[in-house]
T-cell receptor, first 113, second 107 residues
Framework: DAGVTQSPTHLIKTRGQQVTLRCSPK?????VSWYQQALGQGPQFIFQ???????QRGNFPDRFSGHQFPNYSSELNVNALLLGDSALYLC????????????FGPGTRLTVL | GQSLEQPSEVTAVEGAIVQINCTYQ??????LSWYQQHDGGAPTFLSY????GLEETGRFSSFLSRSDSYGYLLLQELQMKDSASYFC????????FGAGTRLFVKA
């Protein structure tokens, strides 16, 4: 079992560009959440996808959007990048019948210049 | 809204016991979880308390008091590898994390 995987590992973009991050959940998991983690801070909830729908959303602008595919993998898209979007983006998955334990991927380190 | 408060740093010596506290304010309570994150790594799940009381998993234990909106993570027989950040978290579909407690274990 590969666990949760994310790609790419690192990414450098310039202000105003758009980025797409990808996540494959752990085998058997059907729910994917995305988090933004700034250095020295806790993960901040962006949104969660279940059954290909956005089920819950945190306090992030509409520039942040996502998608879940029939195989439960997910994408996070960020448009019109700002310097403040530089962070570690984490994907976490779990099985909808047991939400108390989330499995995190290694994250994508996004740097916006 | 929801918020969780935990100390920013704790230092302890190898072999000792350390307690990391967490107080929370939530509009609805879905239990308290604890995660460990080493520098450069992903958060990993440690424990979950849905009900009041103590949950023990090896050297780690977690306690919850819903009436006090308070919980703690207890780490026993500290090892150097326990140096990491520890996060308490709560929420149902929308998980809210505390800012984290950085634990330094000294020889």
């Amino acid at each position: 079992d590969a666990g949760v995987t994310q790609s790419p590992t690192h990414l450098i973009k310039t202000r105003g560009q758009q980025v797409t991050l990808r996540c494959s959940p752990k085998s058997g998991h059907d729910t994917v959440s995305w988090y933004q983690q700034a250095l020295g801070q806790g993960p901040q909830f962006i949104f969660q996808y279940y059954e290909e729908e956005e089920r819950q959303r945190g306090n992030f602008p509409d520039r942040f959007s996502g998608h879940q595919f029939p195989n439960y993998s997910s994408e996070l898209n960020v448009n019109a990048l700002l310097l403040g979007d530089s962070a570690l983006y984490l994907c976490a998955s779990y099985f909808s019948g047991g939400y108390n334990e989330q499995f995190f991927g290694p994250g994508t380190r996004l740097t916006v210049l | 809204g929801q918020s969780l408060e935990q100390p920013s740093e704790v230092t302890a010596v190898e072999g000792a016991i350390v307690q990391i506290n967490c107080t929370y304010q939530t509009s609805g309570f879905y239990g308290l979880s604890w995660y460990q994150q080493h520098d450069g790594g992903a958060p990993t799940f440690l424990s979950y308390n849905a009900l009041d009381g103590l949950e023990e998993t090896g050297r780690f234990s977690s306690f919850l008091s819903r009436s006090d909106s308070y919980g703690y993570l207890l780490l026993q027989e500290l090892q150097m590898k326990d140096s990491a950040s520890y996060f308490c978290a709560t929420g149902g579909f929308k998980t809210i994390f505390g800012a984290g407690t950085r634990l330094f274990v000294k020889a």
